[in-house]
């Protein structure tokens, strides 16, 4: 008998038919992906706990968006990113962790108001992005006017933070002055919110009120993520929604997605961050990473938090990755993100420098509306400090973790239980054996694959670089070399016009 079945056996007398079902051969093509997220990201904390039905460090798949918010509480930073992120992207798998406090308190900064109205009209705050507008009347003071913001701000417990309208610096109420002192949900270096006036046009505090803004004396650190790291296990997510810029986290994520990124457990993944700083921040922050499985995008002083920027990138990026890992992100929009002011957006030539910088970059279009420009991650320079191009785009990191994928999807699926010989060994039709030769065969089947799906190019290449060698020390392993040429994205079109009068 030259078959290898599975589990009829050779001594079976009974009759009259055994019939064994093999799916070795079912798949072919290739392998579709469900695309796994994981979202970091602060509960809201109340009395010390979190203010929720849910748990710190503990990984829960969400679908809903209020579901985040009864775990870790309306307001809470996990409530905020899940609404954005399931907006844009409700198809991928979501699965959220969430953080409790840092350390430090939790202000969130103060705005001053006095005088007196001298003309009805509308006083529009703006918290961290999110509009909040009070009608004034004619001839109102700014302690009335105070007290009805810090009343309106409360109102919308999906705020992350909440007010009080006082005296300033505690001596007796006036009629006249009033502090709104604002107070975060969770303490980090997000409790400070963005906070400004009249965003789009035509808004314009009404004359006689003056608004004074103040930031936090002190920004808070955050928390830590050594316990939710730890609690990652084997589940490979495809995509990490990452809200901390501090470098004792990003160390912490950058050392786990390395090893999950090695050949042993090929748990690929890639970590989506935004900062919102001024452009000298941003700069500075890019020349402190060198990570090539972390992106980061720069948004100069964007009026809402930077994690709400991370979870879209990461939808939209996700989203689109999952359809075609090769095709560039670029002009792809990122829907509701607020554009920074007119006089704070980037000038080409400062986003160009970004990109040296390992900044990612967007683009304002003449809505307002916000765009994918070029997706980098922040790898910069190889282990000499010699800048290296290698893993410059998002595509191409994600273009080789699928190609890895498809080939151990191909390599299990085609050969769970096979024997292993020579090239040259006999192998009778249906038996459970393999070669280095059958093997090379199905490399290049699958390549030709990588070809149509336009992932790959120059097969000839391929095919004639192609090493597939049985290991002389261990006879059961068999060692592979490859080179695939993995497309590249059309990015930019330079053209010189030779005009003639």
């Excluded at 964007?302 to 359809?323: D, Q």
Aim: charged share 20%.
């Amino acid at each position: 008998m030259t078959i290898s079945f599975n589990e009829i056996s050779a001594g079976v007398r009974l009759p009259l038919t055994h019939i064994e079902i093999d799916n070795s051969q079912a798949v072919t093509g290739n392998p579709t992906t469900l695309t796994q997220v994981l979202m970091l990201g602060q509960a809201a904390i109340k009395d010390g706990k979190v203010d929720g039905s849910g748990a710190v460090d503990t990984p829960v798949r969400i679908t809903r968006a209020d579901h985040a918010a009864t775990l870790w509480g309306q307001g809470s930073m996990l409530a905020a990113m899940v609404r954005e992120f399931l907006t844009d992207n409700p198809d991928a798998v979501l699965t959220v962790m969430a953080q409790g406090n840092g350390a430090g308190k939790a202000d969130a900064g103060s705005l001053t108001l006095s005088g007196t109205a001298q003309q009805a009209g509308v006083l529009n705050v703006y918290l961290g992005g999110v509009r909040v507008r009070v009608t004034v009347e004619k001839g109102q003071q700014g302690k009335a006017v105070g007290d009805a913001l810090a009343l309106a701000i409360n109102a919308l417990p999906s705020l992350p933070v909440t007010a009080v309208s006082a005296a300033p610096g505690g001596e007796n109420v006036t009629a006249d002055q009033t502090v709104v002192t604002l107070t975060a949900r969770f303490i980090s270096d997000y409790s400070a919110q963005d906070i400004r006036l009249n965003y789009y046009d035509g808004e314009i505090t009404p004359p006689g009120l003056a608004v004074t803004l103040a930031a936090p004396a002190a920004r808070a650190t955050n928390p830590d993520l050594a316990n939710s790291i730890a609690a990652l296990g084997d589940t490979q997510y495809h995509h990490i929604v990452m809200p901390w810029l501090d470098a004792a986290n990003l160390k912490l994520l950058s050392e786990a997605l390395r090893d999950r990124w090695g050949p042993t457990k090929m748990s690929d993944g890639i970590a989506w961050a935004a900062h919102t700083g001024s452009l000298g921040e941003i700069t500075q922050f890019g020349k402190t990473r060198n990570d090539f499985l972390l992106t980061c995008s720069g948004i100069q002083r964007a009026p809402e938090p930077a994690y709400l920027w991370a979870a879209t990138l990461c939808a939209i990026g996700a989203k689109h990755l999952s359809l075609d890992p090769a095709r560039p992100l670029q002009s792809l929009r990122l829907p509701r993100r607020l554009a920074p002011a007119l006089s704070d957006r980037l000038r080409p030539n400062e986003r160009n420098q970004l990109l040296y910088d390992g900044i990612a970059t967007v683009t304002v279009g003449a809505d307002d509306g916000v765009q994918i420009e070029r997706q980098i991650t922040t790898y910069r320079t190889n282990a000499y400090g010699d800048p290296d191009p290698s893993y410059l785009d998002v595509n191409t990191v994600a273009t080789l973790s699928y190609l890895r994928y498809s080939t151990r999807v191909r390599i299990t699926q085609r050969f769970p239980r096979h024997k292993l010989a020579d090239d040259g060994t006999p192998v009778a039709p249906g038996q459970a054996m393999v070669t280095p030769a059958i093997i090379r065969t199905q490399l290049l089947a699958l390549a030709i694959e990588w070809l149509e799906a336009g992932l790959i190019e120059n097969f000839e290449r391929f095919r004639d670089s192609l090493i597939v060698e049985r290991n002389n020390n261990d006879r059961n392993r068999v060692d592979v070399q490859c080179t695939p040429d993995i497309v590249n994205q059309f990015r930019i079109f330079a053209e010189q016009i030779q005009f003639i009068l």
